[in-house]
Structures are given as structure tokens and as C-alpha cells.
């Protein structure tokens, strides 16, 4: 038995994260079949709640699926997960690692971000264009600490991003901002070079304000882009 692998408090959760590892790290390949509520209760030393309750955010993360006999299978979690199982996959023994998966977010930012600089100055109010504008002045007066600096230009991102209209990428802007991702996690120093930039903060808000979306667009990837590292990356199978 793995009695020992489960602690007593929040049960549910811990064997949860155990099964999600197990699938993510190929352990419950897809198309298994998941064991049956009375041996994983057996096997863990759980009571049959915490696996009900395990197995359903197993659904839930779209890792698992009842069949119509009964049987809990196995997804594939590349064609059925979403965002929320970012740092799950990055937790799981294989699989991607938190570099990998914060290079792969940081890659996501800059598509994001460009398009939402587009769909901005397209848009956007003139009161919010002059919101981006003000707020490019402001940035250009904070640091150079480069905490100070990557605080504004959260703050400045999200005036863009809410100025582009897309409801899809204010929710992905919130994932990679508020920890769901783990681009939270990835040093300043790292994304000097883009904070640093003032002048292009002040001309990608200029561009906004003049409506001009190709400019934007384009100034808006090559300034995110900046903070993707070179390293290569394989791609995910």
C-alpha cells in the first residue's frame, strides 16, 4: 500500500496532484483506465470521498473522462488540458520543466500582446488611448529598480490589453500575471532589456494614440519578444 505517500490533511488534493502527476508524467498513459473509487481508496488509505473528489477535479482539468460503462479513462492531456494545468505540468517528475513552460509562456505573451496592441489602437477610446499615453509617461519616470519597473508595466499592459476589446486575452493576460503561469517566477534581470526600454514604451503608446496598428503590432512583439530566451525548444509530444 502508499499509505504513506497521502497526509492526512486535505487528502482529496494531495491524492489529486499524485494522480495528476502520474497521468502528466506518463505513469496512467491515455486510454488507461483509471483504477476503480474502491482500490484507489484501498491502495491510498483514503475514504471514498477524497477520491470522488479527486477523481472529479481530475474531470474537471479534462484528465480523466467516465465511459459509458463506468470506467474512468485516461486523456491525453496535450489535446484535451488547459491553461489552469500549466504548473501542474510543471510539478509533474516529467514532462516539461518550469523553464521550459515559462519560456513557452513568455513566447504566448509576446503573440498575445502584439495582437492586443493591434486590436487596441483599433479599438481602444481616446480617453483610453490617453490613459496608455500617460502611462507610458509615468513608466518613463519609475525606476530604474527593475522591480519598480516590472510592476508598471503590468499596470501598462493591462490598460492595453483592456483597450483591445478581447475578453480571451485579458483572461490570459490574468494567468500569466497572477501565477497561473509561471512567467511570475522568471528574474528581472532576465526581462531587463524589455523593462529598460522606456523609449519604446513611450513610442508603442504613441502608435496607439495614433492609430496606427501595424506599427503597434510590430513594436509590441519585437519589445515582448525581448524577454524570450534563446534556448531552443522541442516540441511538445
Request: hydrophobic share 45%; glycine share 8%.
Amino acid at each position: 500500500m502508499n499509505e504513506g505517500l497521502i497526509r492526512r490533511e486535505a487528502v482529496s488534493d494531495q491524492l489529486f496532484a499524485l494522480l495528476r502527476d502520474r497521468i502528466l508524467g506518463g505513469e496512467l498513459p491515455a486510454g488507461a483506465a483509471l483504477t476503480a473509487e474502491r482500490g484507489l481508496a484501498a491502495e491510498f488509505g483514503v475514504n471514498r470521498h477524497a477520491v470522488r473528489e479527486a477523481v472529479k477535479r481530475l474531470q474537471q482539468a479534462r484528465l480523466v473522462e467516465v465511459s459509458h460503462g463506468g470506467r474512468t479513462l485516461v486523456l491525453d492531456w496535450r489535446h484535451t488540458a488547459g491553461l489552469d494545468l500549466a504548473m501542474g505540468i510543471a510539478a509533474a517528475d516529467a514532462g516539461p520543466t518550469v523553464e521550459d513552460l515559462a519560456r513557452d509562456a513568455l513566447e504566448m505573451r509576446a503573440c498575445i500582446g502584439a495582437d492586443a496592441a493591434r486590436l487596441c489602437t483599433i479599438r481602444c477610446s481616446e480617453d483610453t488611448a490617453g490613459e496608455i499615453v500617460e502611462a507610458a509617461g509615468r513608466y518613463a519616470r519609475t525606476g530604474p529598480d527593475l522591480t519598480e519597473l516590472a510592476d508598471a508595466d503590468v499596470a501598462w499592459w493591462r490598460l492595453i490589453v483592456e483597450g483591445s476589446g478581447n475578453v480571451a486575452y485579458l483572461l490570459a493576460f490574468n494567468s500569466l500575471v497572477g501565477g497561473t503561469l509561471p512567467v511570475a517566477d522568471v528574474p528581472d534581470d532576465l526581462r531587463a532589456a524589455e523593462l529598460l526600454d522606456v523609449e519604446a514604451h513611450q513610442r508603442l503608446a504613441a502608435h496607439i494614440a495614433a492609430r496606427e496598428a501595424e506599427a503597434a503590432e510590430r513594436l509590441a512583439r519585437e519589445l515582448l519578444s525581448r524577454s524570450v530566451p534563446a534556448t531552443p525548444r522541442k516540441a511538445v509530444r
